[in-house]
């Protein structure tokens, strides 16, 4: 097993630079997972885009009765990923509506009948083994799971990479570094013998490569419980890093465990790694033994106007709105609501927005966790150069764009951003720095794909 030669001698893994933002996971790290079912005659929505890739297609019509499990949407698109309904009901309407993520996107409303009639399609198997590579990977493909923390990258197609790309280490990423979300360190502590089996899964995708779960040090709970299941076992190992700010994206991971640096540009396949959620593992085991496609998902709902804090496991489609009022409601009205970790997550305005596959939590702040001191001059101090994970320089992207050049961003390695926010957070005089680069960094990939686009038509 290749781990990260460099360190041998730490207690534990870590990369270069970071930060250490307050954890905040004390409201729900010690919550159980609790299931919640929609409740019946109330509409569960499924956007046609829940994933990176091209949109799907709907498969049923308005009127039509639907079962539980049942494909609704797809593409024949390499990079996408079919839509499963999550309920049994009547399709009411398919039409534009609002997304979790701030996006109108074509979706598919269906009226929940409250009997979670399954289609034919679920089907259990006894075991895998006697499936082949390419069989493993059309299940995958067809229950419709992608990445489930939160990028949402088609998992078959991450599993197939080109032939001159070498993998010898699959990594299962049970990090979770942002702040406040637990889901990840519930899923380990209450499914460990799942993630093991289905990493024994990818294993026999990928056969060429050995297996690492990569744990922060303060899940010392969900470590001790993963390495008891995976003891026996030569090919699987535990790997603690260090809890380090943003210890979970792929690139640092890649990093800490292994000491290879993903280039420019480039993925963790370009370095002989795959890198796959510790939920998605568990969706994969989901799919191939019990024959479930992927219909739902375990999301925190925290901060201090929430009444009743925890880790849901919901159907894919339900309502935010829904959601809040089936664990009780709001303690105080909420300031803000951030889909996603306070440093990289998005804000929303309306909680008439369905839960897809790639929310992982979405916390309710009050006035006084929500407030941000104003923004002031910059003082020059280099501490956004010191802790870049990506050893960017933040100020000098953020005169690119000051200037509007592009061009400069380019140059300036700006494409590399991660868009961790750990700028932002460090900066003293509290400059958008994250915001911005964002902003201008979706432009500029943008300008690259449709250029891409024009050069294919040729």
Request: a neutral charge.
């Amino acid at each position: 097993m290749v781990l990260n030669s460099r360190k041998k001698k730490a207690l534990v893994f870590t990369f270069k630079r970071g930060i250490y933002p307050n954890e905040q996971k004390q409201f729900t790290e010690d919550v159980p997972i609790n299931t919640l079912l929609p409740p019946q005659g109330h509409e569960i929505i499924f956007p046609l885009l829940m994933h990176m890739g091209a949109v799907c297609e709907p498969l049923v019509e308005k009127g039509q009765k639907v079962l539980l499990g049942e494909k609704i949407g797809d593409s024949s698109a390499l990079i996408s990923a079919p839509i499963h309904s999550s309920v049994s009901g009547i399709v009411k309407d398919i039409r534009p509506h609002l997304t979790i993520m701030g996006t109108i996107v074509n979706s598919i409303i269906i009226e929940n009948d409250g009997e979670f009639k399954e289609h034919e399609c679920i089907k259990p198997r006894e075991s895998y083994e006697n499936l082949t590579r390419e069989e493993i990977l059309s299940i995958i493909r067809e229950a419709g799971i992608v990445g489930l923390g939160g990028a949402g990258f088609p998992t078959h197609v991450k599993l197939s990479p080109p032939p001159d790309k070498k993998i010898d280490t699959v990594i299962v990423n049970g990090c979770e570094c942002e702040p406040y979300l637990t889901t990840d360190n519930r899923i380990m502590i209450e499914e460990s013998a799942r993630i093991v089996a289905g990493l024994k899964i990818l294993l026999k995708v990928i056969q060429t490569a050995r297996g690492i779960i990569a744990i922060e040090d303060n899940k010392p709970e969900a470590i001790e419980h993963l390495k008891e299941f995976c003891a026996d076992i030569p090919d699987i190992k535990v790997a603690v890093v260090k809890t380090k700010y943003p210890q979970g994206c792929e690139k640092q991971l890649v990093d800490a465990i292994t000491g290879r640096e993903v280039p420019s540009g480039g993925i963790p396949i370009d370095v002989g790694c795959i890198v796959n959620n510790v939920d998605t593992v568990i969706a994969i085991h989901r799919a191939i033994i019990r024959g479930r496609p992927l219909m739902r998902k375990v999301v925190t709902l925290t901060g201090g106007a929430i009444r009743n804090p925890g880790n849901y496991k919901m159907r894919i489609g339900t309502l935010l709105s829904d959601l809040v009022e089936l664990t009780g409601g709001y303690k105080s009205n909420p300031a803000k609501i951030v889909v996603g970790g306070p440093m990289m997550g998005t804000a929303i305005f309306d909680t008439d927005v369905p839960i897809v596959k790639t929310t992982e939590g979405v916390i309710f702040l009050t006035e006084e966790e929500a407030h941000i001191p104003p923004e002031r001059n910059c003082i020059r101090c280099g501490k956004c150069v010191e802790r870049c994970p990506s050893g960017l320089i933040p100020t000098e992207l953020n005169a690119d764009i000051l200037r509007e050049d592009g061009e400069a961003f380019i140059k300036h390695h700006g494409l590399d951003c991660i868009e961790c926010g750990s700028c932002s957070y460090i900066c003293p005089a509290k400059r958008r720095l994250s915001q911005a680069i964002r902003t201008i960094r979706r432009v500029e990939l943008e300008k690259i794909k449709q250029s891409r686009l024009k050069e294919t038509a040729k």
